[in-house]
C-alpha cells in the first residue's frame, strides 16, 4: 500500500480533483469540516484558508491515506458518462428515494415528543421535508433530462457527429441548475448538523432520536459522495463534450 508524502502542488489542485483522485481524501476532509463536493471547485489552500484550517496539517492527514490505484469499482474517473450515470441512478438516486420516507417518519416523531423541550428538532424536521421534496423533484430533472442529454451529446462524440449549439446551450444550462442545487442540498445538510450538534443526540436520549440523528448523518454521507460524484466526475466529463 502506498502511502508515501504526496507531491508538492497537490494543495494548488482543487479539492474536488484530489476526492476524484482518491476517495479516501473524503474522510480527511469530513474530519477538518472542508466542502468537497459542492464547494470542491476551489483549490486546498483556498478551502483551508476558508475554514482556518492548517493547511500542512491536511497535507499530513493526506499523505497517510492509501494512495495505490483505485480497484476497478471504485475507480470513477476512468468510468465512461452512461456507466457512471447507471451507478448513480443504481446506487445514490435509489438510496434517497428509499430512505427519505423512513428518515421523515423518525423526523416527525422526534419532533412531536421533543420539539418543546428541544426546539431545535422542530426546525430539522421542517428543513428535511423541504429538503426531501427538492431532492424529488431534482432527481426527476436529472433522469428524464439532464442524464439523456448528456448520453445524447457523449454518443454523438463518439460518432464524430456535430453537436448542435442549442444542445450545448442547453446542457450547460442543465449542469448550472443542477449544481445550484446540490449547494442548496448542501446548505440545508450543513444547516441540519448545525442544529443536531454534529448528529449527536442529548444524554439518555430514546432509541428513535438515536437512530434518528443516525440516518441523518447516513444520509449527508451519502449526498456528499453523490453530489461530488456528479459536480466533480460526471460533469466535468460533459463539459469536455460540449
Not at 476532509?29 to 476551489?42: E, L, V
Not at 454523438?156 to 457527429?161: E, V
Request: hydrophobic content about 35%; overall charge negative; some cysteine.
Amino acid at each position: 500500500m502506498n502511502t508515501g508524502i504526496l507531491a508538492s502542488n497537490l494543495e494548488k489542485e482543487t479539492v474536488g480533483e484530489i476526492v476524484a483522485k482518491n476517495y479516501h481524501a473524503a474522510g480527511v476532509f469530513r474530519h477538518f469540516g472542508i466542502d468537497f463536493c459542492c464547494g470542491g471547485d476551489i483549490s486546498l489552500e483556498e478551502a483551508c484558508e476558508k475554514r482556518n484550517v492548517d493547511t500542512k496539517k491536511v497535507m499530513h492527514e493526506l499523505s497517510h491515506i492509501p494512495w495505490d490505484q483505485p480497484s476497478a469499482d471504485e475507480n470513477y474517473q476512468a468510468w465512461e458518462p452512461d456507466f457512471l450515470i447507471d451507478h448513480i441512478k443504481n446506487t445514490h438516486h435509489r438510496f434517497v428515494l428509499s430512505k427519505t420516507d423512513e428518515i421523515l417518519g423518525y423526523a416527525a416523531k422526534v419532533e412531536k415528543v421533543h420539539g418543546q423541550s428541544r426546539p431545535e428538532n422542530v426546525e430539522i424536521f421542517h428543513i428535511f421535508k423541504d429538503l426531501t421534496k427538492e431532492l424529488l423533484r431534482h432527481l426527476e430533472d436529472e433522469e428524464t433530462r439532464v442524464f439523456p442529454l448528456i448520453e445524447e451529446i457523449y454518443s454523438k462524440r463518439l460518432k464524430g457527429q456535430e453537436i448542435p449549439v442549442g444542445q450545448i446551450d442547453a446542457l450547460q444550462k442543465e449542469l448550472d441548475d443542477m449544481v445550484a442545487d446540490h449547494e442548496g442540498a448542501g446548505d440545508a445538510m450543513k444547516t441540519i448538523r448545525q442544529l443536531s450538534h454534529n448528529f449527536t443526540p442529548p444524554e439518555g436520549a430514546c432509541a428513535t432520536y438515536r437512530i434518528f440523528y443516525q440516518n441523518l448523518e447516513g444520509f449527508e454521507k451519502d449526498l456528499h459522495k453523490h453530489v461530488h460524484l456528479e459536480n466533480n466526475i460526471l460533469f466535468k466529463k460533459a463539459e469536455k463534450y460540449i
